[in-house]
Every structure is written in structure tokens, then in C-alpha cells.
């Protein structure tokens, strides 16, 4: 069983910082990508940030130059440092992993439970 448990959520004021943590648990033999999504209200979930583990990075145009995602291989964990934050970033933010339980089976995606992050302005 994989479990992503996700942290740093919270109440920020438009302008501030915000770090959010994730860390994968469980079987896993390896992590193809890791990356954080975000669904605000009403609104389809939307890619935010991945980063494979051969080092290859892609942000949301809407994030880039702002927020910073870094991998710990070692720690099968995936961090979102988020500067500047405005209120249009206000949404539940879920971390995602793309892995492989075993060298046998296919690549599944996994989710956290979301952490939400409210800017206000």
C-alpha cells in the first residue's frame, strides 16, 4: 500500500511564502515523477509543478518564476516553495506521484489527501 502524506498548508497574506511538503511511504520500487496539482473552487484540478527523477522540470506558466519544486530521491519526497502568492493561488493543493510498486508492474499514479492554501489579498 503507497501512502502520500502531504504538510505545509495554511493562511497567507498576499505576497508571503509558503512551503508544502510531500513525502511517498510504502512498497515502492521507483518514482517516475512527482509533482504538485491544484483545484480551487469550482475549477478543474490543474498541474502546478512536476519534476521527473532524471531531473526534468515543468511548471504552470502562472507559477513560474514564483514557485520552486525540489526532489529528495533518497526521501521519496517532492517540496513546492511558493513565493510571492497571490489570491488566484488559493485551492487545495495535492501532491501526485507517478510510481511503480514492484519492477514488474506498470507505472500507477498515486494522490494525497490535498492541503489547502488560502491567500488573502
Known amino acids: 500500500q503507497v501512502q502520500l502524506l502531504e504538510s505545509g498548508g495554511g493562511l497567507v497574506q498576499a505576497g508571503g511564502s509558503l512551503t508544502l511538503s510531500c513525502a511517498a511511504y510504502?512498497?515502492?520500487?521507483?518514482?517516475?515523477?512527482m509533482g504538485w496539482y491544484r483545484q480551487a473552487p469550482g475549477a478543474q484540478r490543474e498541474l502546478v509543478a512536476a519534476?521527473?527523477?532524471?531531473?526534468?522540470?515543468n511548471y504552470a506558466d502562472s507559477v513560474k518564476g514564483r514557485f520552486t519544486i525540489s526532489r529528495d530521491n533518497a526521501k521519496k519526497a517532492v517540496y513546492l516553495q511558493m513565493n510571492d502568492l497571490k489570491p488566484d493561488d488559493t485551492a487545495v493543493y495535492y501532491c501526485?506521484?507517478?510510481?511503480?510498486?514492484?519492477?514488474?508492474?506498470?507505472?500507477?499514479?498515486?494522490w494525497g489527501q490535498g492541503t489547502q492554501v488560502t491567500v488573502s489579498s
Open positions: 501526485n506521484a507517478l510510481l511503480q510498486t514492484t519492477r514488474w508492474l506498470p507505472s500507477k499514479n498515486y
Open positions: 510504502g512498497s515502492i520500487f521507483d518514482i517516475n515523477v
Open positions: 519534476a521527473t527523477s532524471g531531473g526534468s522540470i
